[in-house]
């Protein structure tokens, strides 16, 4: 049985420590509370996300952890955040980086934001009825750099924490990258032509999670005839066409790489 207060409830008990509200709200109607929980850092949690319909229907609360005094840099993201589940009634995935191809906090490499589970466990992340069933989520929003971004997506958040050495190394937002970025994984997608069997590509796209690439013969009527499209996996690509290979260890999500020879060298073209 719910009384309609379980989240409210949830954000107000987390972490044993009570919340400071700030004053600002995201939207106008988004409440964000602050927590300085013992053992833990900083988290800044909203109150009110969960009214907010969704598409599936799950009910969500957000939080972020931070260093003390980047308080700010929660509050961009929580808002970015509480903007897409307004405006698009979805909630973030867990597990699968939203990345932007510039940062999105000023004087930072920061341009990525993940899901993940948070370090408390259950108790934090799952909000539950007074039957215990559990009737919705705490999801914890991870700050990372583009590299970071393209790591954890390619090998996972555990695998970024063991290579980043622990989770509050991935705290600082002012911080440099704390991995090499690996491009996309193997078998990620490509969309390309099949003239791509004859001629190289000429434009490749890193949309943030696929790969797009044409040769610049295609005409506006064969690309909108789907009989002519194909779809290989980045390590089939990369095999065929070894001079890309740079550009896909490289790209940022957005960026285009316009490619004249076999050389590896590109050029990044603006939208």
């Not at 490499?109 to 934090?124: D, L």
């Amino acid at each position: 049985m719910t009384d309609g207060l379980e989240f409210p409830r949830h954000v107000f008990d987390a972490l044993g420590a009570d919340p400071i509200a700030w004053e600002d709200r995201i939207g106008g109607a988004i409440r964000v509370v602050e927590k300085r929980p013992a053992g833990g850092p900083i988290t800044v949690m909203t109150s009110g996300v969960s009214l907010m319909p969704t598409d599936s229907g799950e009910r969500v609360e957000l939080a972020v952890e931070v260093l003390d005094g980047q308080q700010g840099a929660a509050r961009v993201a929580l808002g970015i955040v509480c903007d897409d589940v307004a405006e698009n009634r979805r909630v973030p995935p867990v597990g699968r980086p939203w990345r932007n191809a510039e940062p999105f906090l000023t004087g930072t490499r920061i341009s990525a934001i993940m899901v993940t589970p948070s370090r408390w466990g259950a108790s934090f992340d799952e909000v539950r009825s007074d039957d215990g069933t559990v009737i919705g989520h705490v999801r914890t929003l991870r700050l990372l750099t583009d590299a970071e971004a393209g790591f954890a997506s390619a090998q996972g958040w555990e695998a970024l924490v063991a290579a980043a050495g622990s989770a509050d190394a991935l705290l600082d937002v002012t911080r440099d990258d704390t991995v090499a970025s690996p491009g996309l994984a193997g078998n990620a997608p490509v969309f390309l032509s099949k003239l791509h069997a004859e001629h190289p590509p000429r434009w490749v796209t890193f949309t943030g999670s696929d790969l797009r690439s044409v040769t610049g013969l295609e005409s506006d009527a064969y690309m909108n005839d789907a009989a002519n499209h194909e779809v290989w996996s980045v390590d089939s690509f990369v095999a065929r066409f070894p001079w890309v290979a740079g550009f896909v260890r490289e790209a940022r999500a957005g960026q285009t790489g316009r490619f004249t020879d076999a050389s590896g060298a590109y050029v990044i073209e603006a939208d």
